[in-house]
Nanobody, 120 residues
Framework: QVQLVESGGGLVQVGGSLRLSCAASGSIFSINVMGWYRQAPGKQRELVAVSTSGGTTNYADSVKGRFTISRDNAKNTVYLQMNSLKPEDTAVYYC??????????????WGQGTQVTVSS
């Protein structure tokens, strides 16, 4: 199995910054896509940003220009640098990874989530 361990969440004031990290470990042949999703109270989980192994990135419109996703493929780790945070960024942030466990066996995995709270 594969474990995703997130860190870096917390409480920050409007306009502040946080950096989330997510490290994957376990039975990993290779990792295709790694990304971040978030879920606010009473809302559905939504995509924040994703990064492919080839370096392509994609962002939700609401975070473009403020958030940056990056990866360290050697460490199987993905980061989310969040700047200019707004109250509407408050949510539980989940790491997601598309992992090849073998050369042909592909699975999606989720982290346990980390709370980000932006106070005004």
């Amino acid at each position: 199995q594969v474990q995703l361990v997130e860190s870096g969440g917390g409480l920050v004031q409007v306009g502040g910054s946080l950096r989330l990290s997510c490290a994957a470990s376990g039975s990993i042949f290779s990792i295709n896509v790694m990304g971040w999703y978030r879920q606010a109270p009473g809302k559905q989980r939504e995509l924040v940003a994703v990064s492919t192994s080839g370096g392509t990135t994609n962002y939700a419109d609401s975070v473009k220009g403020r958030f940056t996703i990056s990866r360290d493929n050697a460490k199987n780790t993905v980061y989310l640098q969040m700047n200019s945070l707004k109250p509407e960024d408050t949510a539980v942030y989940y790491c997601n990874a598309g992992v090849f466990i073998t050369s042909v066996l592909f699975r999606q995995f989720w982290g346990q989530g980390t709370q980000v709270t932006v106070s005004s």
